[in-house]
């Protein structure tokens, strides 16, 4: 069984760049086909996908964040790692690491326990 671990800052400066990584442990990230996927969830917008990395290093990202956000891995330690950069107030949210055996939207077969991460001077 895959297993998903979020960690990263709770506490964000506006401006700079949030850096959250996802561990995955259950199986190694360049197999079993899986893809892993960042979504956020905020009370006003409810579910946003942000971006997937697949096994074979497929990338894509949400178009609407396209611009500040970078997802990579480490196929060393099995960790997919987010960024997002000039974060303001409105990326306060939770953040999840998913996993999926296909690039279908919602449909997801793991879930970390999510991290809250706030945009705050």
Partial sequence: ???????????????????????????????NSHYYVWIRQTPGKGLEWMGTKGYNDYTAYNPSLRNRTSISRDTIKNQITLQLSSVTPEDTAMYYCACQSAVVAGAYDYWGQGTQVTVSS
């Fill in 1 to 31: 069984q895959v297993r998903l671990q979020e960690s990263g800052p709770g506490l964000v400066r506006p401006s700079q760049t949030l850096s959250l990584t996802c561990t995955v442990s259950g199986g190694s990230i360049t197999a």
